[in-house]
Protein backbone atom coordinates (compact mmCIF):
# COMPACT_ATOMS: atom_id res chain seq x y z
CA UNK A 1 0.00 0.00 0.00
CA UNK A 2 2.99 2.15 1.07
CA UNK A 3 4.44 1.95 -2.53
CA UNK A 4 1.09 2.36 -4.46
CA UNK A 5 1.37 5.82 -2.71
CA UNK A 6 4.53 6.43 -3.12
CA UNK A 7 3.57 6.08 -6.98
CA UNK A 8 1.07 8.08 -7.61
CA UNK A 9 3.03 10.73 -5.21
CA UNK A 10 6.40 10.19 -7.95
CA UNK A 11 3.85 10.64 -11.03
CA UNK A 12 2.79 14.53 -11.12
CA UNK A 13 1.09 13.99 -14.75
CA UNK A 14 -1.56 11.82 -13.46
CA UNK A 15 -3.05 15.04 -11.30
CA UNK A 16 -2.21 17.26 -14.44
CA UNK A 17 -4.05 14.99 -16.44
CA UNK A 18 -7.36 15.08 -14.11
CA UNK A 19 -7.43 18.88 -14.03
CA UNK A 20 -6.61 18.83 -18.13
CA UNK A 21 -9.84 16.53 -18.11
CA UNK A 22 -11.79 18.45 -15.73
CA UNK A 23 -10.94 21.78 -17.79
CA UNK A 24 -11.78 19.99 -20.90
CA UNK A 25 -15.40 18.48 -19.86
CA UNK A 26 -16.73 22.04 -18.25
CA UNK A 27 -14.92 24.00 -21.58
CA UNK A 28 -16.98 20.80 -23.52
CA UNK A 29 -20.85 21.59 -21.42
CA UNK A 30 -19.70 25.38 -22.14
CA UNK A 31 -19.54 24.64 -25.78
CA UNK A 32 -22.59 22.98 -26.02
CA UNK A 33 -24.57 25.38 -24.28
CA UNK A 34 -23.44 28.51 -25.80
CA UNK A 35 -24.16 26.14 -29.17
CA UNK A 36 -27.85 25.44 -28.12
CA UNK A 37 -28.31 29.26 -26.55
CA UNK A 38 -27.56 30.55 -30.38
CA UNK A 39 -29.85 27.92 -31.81
CA UNK A 40 -32.35 28.81 -29.92
CA UNK A 41 -31.57 32.91 -30.26
CA UNK A 42 -31.38 32.20 -34.09
CA UNK A 43 -34.76 30.07 -34.04
CA UNK A 44 -36.39 32.98 -32.33
CA UNK A 45 -34.70 35.82 -34.62
CA UNK A 46 -36.64 33.50 -37.50
CA UNK A 47 -39.83 33.36 -36.17
CA UNK A 48 -40.29 37.34 -35.13
CA UNK A 49 -38.96 38.11 -38.86
CA UNK A 50 -42.00 35.50 -40.36
CA UNK A 51 -44.18 37.55 -37.89
CA UNK A 52 -43.10 41.02 -39.25
CA UNK A 53 -43.50 39.67 -42.85
CA UNK A 54 -47.57 38.35 -41.73
CA UNK A 55 -48.03 41.43 -40.35
CA UNK A 56 -46.95 43.34 -43.09
CA UNK A 57 -49.51 41.09 -45.50
CA UNK A 58 -52.41 41.34 -42.76
CA UNK A 59 -51.74 45.23 -43.37
CA UNK A 60 -51.56 44.80 -47.12
CA UNK A 61 -54.96 42.70 -47.42
CA UNK A 62 -56.90 45.18 -44.85
CA UNK A 63 -55.86 47.86 -47.15
CA UNK A 64 -56.96 46.17 -50.52
CA UNK A 65 -60.41 45.24 -48.27
CA UNK A 66 -60.71 48.21 -47.69
CA UNK A 67 -60.16 49.20 -51.10
CA UNK A 68 -62.53 46.98 -52.64
CA UNK A 69 -65.67 47.81 -50.27
CA UNK A 70 -64.99 51.30 -51.16
CA UNK A 71 -65.58 50.17 -54.70
CA UNK A 72 -68.42 48.07 -53.87
CA UNK A 73 -70.04 50.79 -51.91
CA UNK A 74 -69.49 53.50 -54.94
CA UNK A 75 -71.05 50.99 -57.46
CA UNK A 76 -73.83 50.38 -55.31
CA UNK A 77 -74.84 53.87 -54.69
CA UNK A 78 -78.62 55.66 -55.59
CA UNK A 79 -76.90 57.19 -58.51
CA UNK A 80 -74.91 54.39 -59.99
CA UNK A 81 -77.90 51.91 -59.88
CA UNK A 82 -80.13 54.31 -61.41
CA UNK A 83 -78.03 55.26 -63.89
CA UNK A 84 -77.05 51.19 -64.98
CA UNK A 85 -80.43 50.64 -64.58
CA UNK A 86 -81.65 53.29 -67.54
CA UNK A 87 -79.37 52.02 -69.50
CA UNK A 88 -80.87 48.17 -69.10
CA UNK A 89 -83.70 49.89 -70.11
CA UNK A 90 -85.67 50.30 -66.45
CA UNK A 91 -87.71 53.36 -65.91
CA UNK A 92 -88.61 54.59 -62.18
CA UNK A 93 -92.60 53.34 -61.50
CA UNK A 94 -95.21 55.82 -61.47
CA UNK A 95 -98.43 56.26 -59.25
CA UNK A 96 -100.45 54.25 -61.42
CA UNK A 97 -98.13 51.68 -63.01
CA UNK A 98 -98.43 48.86 -60.88
CA UNK A 99 -101.00 46.22 -61.54
CA UNK A 100 -101.99 43.35 -58.73
CA UNK A 101 -102.90 40.33 -60.17
CA UNK A 102 -105.22 37.88 -57.98
CA UNK A 103 -104.05 34.38 -58.32
CA UNK A 104 -106.53 31.85 -57.49
CA UNK A 105 -105.92 29.01 -54.98
CA UNK A 106 -102.96 30.86 -53.56
CA UNK A 107 -103.54 32.17 -49.77
CA UNK A 108 -100.84 34.50 -48.08
CA UNK A 109 -101.88 33.79 -44.71
CA UNK A 110 -97.96 33.26 -44.00
CA UNK A 111 -97.00 36.10 -42.20
CA UNK A 112 -93.15 37.26 -43.29
CA UNK A 113 -90.32 37.82 -40.70
CA UNK A 114 -87.81 40.19 -41.54
CA UNK A 115 -85.95 40.56 -38.50
CA UNK A 116 -85.76 38.10 -35.43
CA UNK A 117 -87.78 38.53 -32.27
CA UNK A 118 -86.96 42.00 -30.44
CA UNK A 119 -86.49 40.13 -26.88
CA UNK A 120 -85.48 36.89 -26.87
CA UNK A 121 -85.47 34.99 -24.04
CA UNK A 122 -82.62 33.34 -22.97
CA UNK A 123 -82.63 30.02 -21.37
CA UNK A 124 -79.71 30.25 -18.71
CA UNK A 125 -78.89 27.08 -16.61
CA UNK A 126 -79.20 27.34 -13.07
CA UNK A 127 -76.10 26.79 -11.23
CA UNK A 128 -77.15 24.75 -7.48
CA UNK A 129 -75.68 26.18 -4.39
CA UNK A 130 -73.62 23.76 -4.24
CA UNK A 131 -71.71 25.32 -6.49
CA UNK A 132 -71.68 29.03 -5.65
CA UNK A 133 -70.51 28.36 -2.04
CA UNK A 134 -67.29 29.55 -1.41
CA UNK A 135 -64.73 27.20 0.55
CA UNK A 136 -64.77 29.46 3.67
CA UNK A 137 -68.71 29.46 3.96
CA UNK A 138 -68.80 25.23 3.67
CA UNK A 139 -66.83 25.45 6.75
CA UNK A 140 -68.52 27.91 8.07
CA UNK A 141 -71.42 25.82 7.77
CA UNK A 142 -70.20 22.36 8.72
CA UNK A 143 -67.15 22.25 10.89
CA UNK A 144 -68.24 25.50 13.21
CA UNK A 145 -71.79 24.65 12.96
CA UNK A 146 -74.75 27.09 13.76
CA UNK A 147 -74.50 29.83 16.09
CA UNK A 148 -76.14 30.67 19.48
CA UNK A 149 -80.01 30.46 19.24
CA UNK A 150 -79.53 28.13 15.92
CA UNK A 151 -78.32 31.06 13.63
CA UNK A 152 -75.66 30.99 11.36
CA UNK A 153 -72.27 32.44 12.00
Known amino acids: MDDLLNAYRQAPWRTQRQVIGLFLTALMVLTMLAALYLDVTAETALLGRKVQHLETEIAYNLQINADLEAQIAILTSTAQM????????????????????PV??????RMVRLAAEPNPKLNAPVIPLEYTQSLFD???????GPGPMGVAR
Open 104 to 109: IGYRSD
Open 82 to 101: EARARRLGFRPLEAGGVEYL
Open 138 to 144: WFEQHLL
